[in-house]
């Protein structure tokens, strides 16, 4: 009898996508899987490590589950993932109780490793593993969506990143096998298709044959069932944004009028020691550009405040910049100096109270951004997509198309659906972050 095993995702969508894989793998070989780890005979968290604060999570999780081994069922604790494949074999002096540490590259032997468990600790070496149509894979986002990984790795250089040293350098995927795993996924009942890479972009040019985010996505439209098709990690470089692929944004139905595009900063100087390759009026005339093709597009970006040298009137004119563009949703961060890192070693690191300071302000900016766009929706009747009820609001929650899973805000729902219905619902109330509406009808 196969050992039960129980995994813990950590991280990005991306990651999420690898842990989806691990659990295809050990199904296939006969696996029992548990989400309750005091049921786990093996243990496994998928960690992320690209800044301090995920680190600190991923340690804090494998203390929390350590316990297990003695008291539990577990009798193998593996943790796989980016901070193996940063850290590498420090990692066993620090953590003894961990019996494996699988990197990036490694991971789809886990089953394997699980069999031979005690030859040696760490299996660090390799690309990281990118997998296909023919992978195993078991969702563990609601039946109706999904991530679809494109691509892996990044072959930018951005001074403050530490992905590109983990995940290795920009790989896409054939287009025939994203497609093949597409249709089995709307087979299945997938809705809802959000596209994942370090820069969703730049799909297909490694490949050197003609492929291209914009043939991906007009061979994606045409596949039956799926209802939003939604594009995140879209590097804000002008050239990638060709007149062509903004007109098929614009214009398909199925694509999601909507656009994460991680800016980080809009000050030339900045951008320049960030080591990012757009300039500050490069990326107004590009959001410029897509809302002349897009003109009910949702644009979400993150911003970082506090990168070495960063001026107050720097700060002032990201400021002035967020208040100019108004996205509808942003994501700010503190800088964080990465080990490593060409940024951590820059001059002038700025004090943590300004970062702070800095962040607090630039967030109650776009709170006020958030709720204004937010009021001119009441009144109004739109599709959302139910998915389920929210226990902390004792109501049913669902999204709107320009509202991503778990980054962006919700819609709290009056009436009634089930988790995976479409409805019609009349906008009643704006939130900062979120709405509320009246389901009308059930769409079909
Ligand atoms: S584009 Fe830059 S920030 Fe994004 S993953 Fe690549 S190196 Fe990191």
Redesign the pocket.
Known sequence: MKETVCLVSLGCPKNLVDSEVILGLLAKEGHPLTTDPSKGEVIIINTCSFIQDATQEAIETILKLVPYKKEGNCRLLIVSGCLPQRYGKTLEKELPEVDLFVGTGSFQKIPDLIVQAGKRKSYLSGQTFLYNDRTPRILSTPSFTAYLKIAEG?????T?????SIRGPYRSRGIHSILKETERLAEQGVKELILIA??TTIYGEDLRDGTSLERLLKELIRIDGLRWIRIL?A?PKSARFTDSLLQLIGQEEKICSYLDL?I?HIDDEILRRM??RSKGQEIQDLIHRIRTFVPEVALRTSLIVGFPGERESQFKALLHFAEEAQFDHLGAFKYSPEEGTPASRLPHPVPQEVKEERLKILMQAQKKISLKKYRRMVGRNITVLVEGMDQQKGSLRGRIQTQAPEIDGCVFLKGKALPGDWVEARITQALPYDLVGEIKKILP
């Open positions: 990044c072959s930018r250089t951005c403050f990143c530490t992905v590109p370090q820069d990690y590097y991680p980080q080591g990012r």
